[in-house]
């Protein structure tokens, strides 16, 4: 809390160990939010790395999709869906050097199994083309 210019809150016994924070932690998110609303991500990250603050950025789905890293290491595919429709899925993660995985599969098509978990449930037939009548299930 000193980095941001807190240090009423830096000393402070109350917030010395976890359970002080995790019960002080609307003040504490209200200072870090306070603080970080006036400078940059880019600034804010660097003054932590020089505190020795572990932080890092919270990705968008936005920066995600954009990033070369995640592209780099295949994190997100592109899957092609019944029909023509093309979208992008998580990849294998964490990705490993000797067993790096891959995806073989997609899923099951919307619908595809409802009639046997329901049954599986207990519902007969009836009940099961009921429910699709009525648009609760695919």
Known sequence: MHVIGRPDLADDPALAQNDGRVQNSAILDAAIDAWTSHHSMDDVLATLERADVPSGRIYSVADIVSNPHYQAREMLLRADL??????????????????PGEVQWQGPALGEHTQSVLESLGFDASEV????????VQ
């Open 82 to 99: 019944p029909g023509g429709a093309s979208v992008r899925m998580p990849g294998i993660v964490p990705k490993l050097s000797d067993t």
């Open 129 to 136: 083309a009921r429910l699709r009548a009525e648009g609760a």
